[in-house]
């Protein structure tokens, strides 16, 4: 047995540019541990993940796909990352009733002009921006399968068909500790008062 064998070689970043994408996964996250300025709080956090049809990669033997993804906290201010991502997706500066009536769900589906920038360093490709189609491009169907999990709703049937990442992500949250580990329950009250600020992006 050689140790080579074993090891699968590590797939190359995506060249920085801009890529259509189309949302194929709105995942909420739940309440995340973060670390901001020395100290460890709680913060509420949603993913938004991507299929990126013109670049595809080896997979079991078929080329498919590649995805990227994109977390972010939930903050109500206009200068929060998420809120200007999602003004940059929409074309418009979203009002405050706008923003919180904004149903993520209602993203799956929806195509995407996508700034993709890499790490500092140079190991991963990150989103950066979101913009609408222009009108001359036609807007593409997903191959992949959809995604969709709230944390807060949380139902065990679903999050069983969810990939292996995604469910070791979710079994960070304060709602899958309190839910399966009582013993280690988690007090979110640090969150709820920070909940407002923002925290660095976790690049997948």
């Given at each position: 047995?050689?140790?080579?064998?074993?090891?699968?070689?590590?797939?190359?970043?995506?060249e920085p540019g801009t890529y259509l994408g189309i949302c194929i996964g709105v995942i909420g996250l739940g309440e995340q541990e973060t670390q901001w300025q020395g100290k460890t709080r709680y913060v509420e956090k949603v993913r938004f993940l991507?299929?990126?049809?013109?670049?595809?990669?080896?997979?079991?033997?078929?080329?498919?796909?590649?995805?990227?993804?994109?977390?972010?906290?939930?903050?109500?201010?206009?200068t929060s990352r998420i809120r200007q991502f999602l003004s940059g997706w929409m074309?418009?500066?979203?009002?405050?009733?706008?923003?919180?009536?904004?149903?993520?769900?209602?993203l799956l589906g929806r195509n995407a002009l996508l700034g993709v920038v890499r790490s500092e360093d140079g190991q991963y490709a990150n989103i950066s921006t979101a913009t609408p189609l222009r009108k001359s491009e036609t807007p593409q169907t997903a191959v992949s399968a959809p995604i969709l999990f709230d944390a807060d709703e949380w139902d065990d049937a679903v999050f069983e068909t969810l990939p292996d990442y995604l469910q070791e992500r979710l079994k960070q949250?304060?709602?899958?500790?309190?839910?399966?580990?009582?013993?280690?329950?988690?007090?979110?009250?640090?969150?709820e008062q920070e909940a407002a600020e923002d925290s660095e992006e976790v690049p997948f």
């Open positions: 047995m050689k140790l080579g064998n074993k090891m699968k070689p590590s797939i190359p970043p995506m991507f299929e990126i049809p013109e670049e595809t990669i080896e997979m079991d033997g078929e080329q498919k796909p590649r995805q990227l993804s994109v977390d972010f906290s939930v903050a109500k201010r206009a074309g418009k500066m979203l009002s405050d009733e706008e923003y919180a009536n904004l149903e993520l769900y209602d949250s304060a709602q899958y500790k309190n839910a399966h580990l009582p013993a280690q329950e988690v007090s979110v009250e640090a969150a």
